[in-house]
Nanobody
Framework: QVQLVESGGGLVQAGGSLRLSCAASGRTFSSYAMGWFRQAPGKEREFVSAISRSGGSIYYADSVKGRVTISRDSAKSTVYLQMNSLKPEDTAVYFC????????????????????WGQGTQVTVSS
């Protein structure tokens, strides 16, 4: 069992920045590939970014590429999402997720591939 707790969301003006954090506990963090997803009101949960358990493979959705950076700190069992140049369309609840991965270099982009989810953190970008 893995527990995930997100933090760092808030209200920011367009063009601003936020750094989301996701603290993991319960099992060996390094065994898990991690991902960030978001869900806006009335929309399906969508992929934002993913990182392999080694940290060596990273993937971004086209909608955030160039504005977002994912990273992980094994010593702190935490994954981060640095978001810059935020737009009103980035407004959503952001969720982190974890999946045990046999491969150190694999990342996962589908909601159904993940085993554990955090409770989410709200990001609101005003125009």
């Amino acid at each position: 069992q893995v527990q995930l707790v997100e933090s760092g969301g808030g209200l920011v003006q367009a063009g601003g920045s936020l750094r989301l954090s996701c603290a993991a506990s319960g099992r060996t963090f390094s065994s898990y590939a991690m991902g960030w997803f978001r869900q806006a009101p009335g929309k399906e949960r969508e992929f934002v970014s993913a990182i392999s358990r080694s940290g060596g493979s990273i993937y971004y959705a086209d909608s955030v590429k160039g504005r977002v950076t994912i990273s992980r700190d094994s010593a702190k069992s935490t994954v981060y999402l640095q978001m810059n140049s935020l737009k009103p369309e980035d407004t959503a609840v952001y969720f982190c997720a974890a999946v045990r991965s046999a491969s150190s270099g694999s990342y996962y982009v589908r909601v159904g591939e993940y085993e554990y989810w955090g409770q989410g953190t709200q990001v609101t970008v005003s125009s």
